[in-house]
């Protein structure tokens, strides 16, 4: 077995449900289901932060082994066709994994570890940024027209 780290970035719709978007697997808003919304919930919750500001996006990482600061052992119940159900002991929750799972592993692993981390920009930080770019793009002379129309008096300092 492969010592790879994967990371995906989910995000959570208003109905609840984790969804995420993977290009390099081909995966566009694959949904999780049962309860493995809500071992993420916990795993956000557990990792300090709030669902609604995690609902935005957060970095998942998993592996077949260890690493620092993993935050849930996953155990593999059974697996059948069309998905595999893992324990938590964590949690005392029984994820079940949907065949995308098999895009990262070839075959259900008998465990494997997980950690939930926050996505450290989020959406105000790209707006601000958008903002930024676009305001550098305008004029002097179309600053202050703007801000003529606008009856904004403002001076002008070197």
Known sequence: MSNSLFEIYPYRNKQGTWKFDDEATGLIAEPFVGET???IDKMVEDA???????STGVKVMFGYTP????QVELLLRETEPYGSTYTDAKFSLTPWLC???FKYFPVAPEKFY????EVKSNSL???K?????KLA????EDLIEGFRLLDVEITLTN
Do not use: Q, W
Request: hydrophobic share 45%.
């Open 37 to 39: 919304n809500t071992l």
């Open 48 to 54: 300090g932060m709030t669902i609604l500001a995690a």
């Open 129 to 133: 940024d958008d903002f930024d770019k």
């Open 67 to 70: 690493f620092p600061n993993y």
């Open 99 to 101: 065949p995308a799972f």
């Open 137 to 140: 793009e305008i004029s002097d």
């Open 125 to 127: 930080d790209i707006l």
């Open 114 to 117: 997980v950690r939930v981390e």
